[in-house]
C-alpha cells in the first residue's frame, strides 16, 4: 500500500508492517468510526460554543424538546434517556434554571416530584442548536452522493443488528 490512500489505509498498512496480529478485520471500520465520530462531535462543539452551550445542556435541552409538548420530563427519566447520574442531571438543571431555559415545577402525576420543563427561551435556543448541529454534520458530508450516505447508514445499521 505504501504511503498512498488516506490516513487510515496509512495507518492500517503501518500496523500490519509492525505488529500484524493487532489487526482484526474490524481494526479498519472501527479506526474510521472514531475519526469519523470525532469530527461529528468537534463540530458540534464548534456550534454549540457560538451558542454558548455546553455539550450536557445541549443534551438535556434537545432531549426535552424532542419529548413533544409540553416539553417536560421527569429528572429520573432525563437522566435515563442520556445515560447521566442523578446528580450529573441535576447539575445540568440547575446552569439551565439559572440561564432561564428550564424550568422545575411540580409533577402533575406525582404531588411529591418534580419536572424538568423548556421555557419558551429553551424551546427556542433548542431547536436553533439542533438545526446548527445538523447542518454542520451535513456540510462533513458535502459533496458526497445521497445514496453513497445511505449505503453507509443501511452498513451500519446492519452492523447494531448483531
Not at 495507518?11 to 461529528?40: F, G, H, N
Not at 441535576?90 to 423548556?118: A, H, K
Amino acid at each position: 500500500m505504501g504511503e498512498s490512500g488516506d490516513l487510515v489505509d496509512r495507518l492500517i498498512a503501518s500496523w500490519q508492517r509492525e505488529l500484524p496480529e493487532v489487526l482484526y478485520p474490524t481494526s479498519e471500520l472501527a479506526k474510521r468510526v472514531m475519526i469519523l465520530a470525532a469530527e461529528l462531535n468537534e463540530a458540534t462543539r464548534r456550534v454549540l460554543r457560538d451558542l454558548g452551550l455546553t455539550t450536557a445542556e445541549f443534551d438535556v435541552i434537545v432531549s426535552l424538546r424532542r419529548s413533544g409538548a409540553p416539553y417536560r420530563q421527569k429528572p429520573s427519566d432525563l437522566s435515563r434517556s442520556l445515560l447521566l447520574s442523578s446528580g450529573g442531571t441535576s447539575n445540568v438543571t440547575n446552569q439551565l434554571v439559572r440561564r432561564g431555559l428550564v424550568v422545575r415545577e411540580p409533577d402533575p402525576d406525582d404531588g411529591r416530584g418534580t419536572q424538568i420543563r423548556l421555557t419558551d427561551e429553551g424551546k427556542t435556543l433548542a431547536e436553533r442548536a439542533v438545526q446548527a448541529s445538523a447542518a454542520a454534520h451535513h456540510e462533513l458530508w458535502a459533496g458526497i452522493p445521497d445514496e453513497t450516505v445511505k449505503q453507509a447508514s443501511a452498513a451500519l445499521r446492519e452492523l447494531f443488528r448483531t
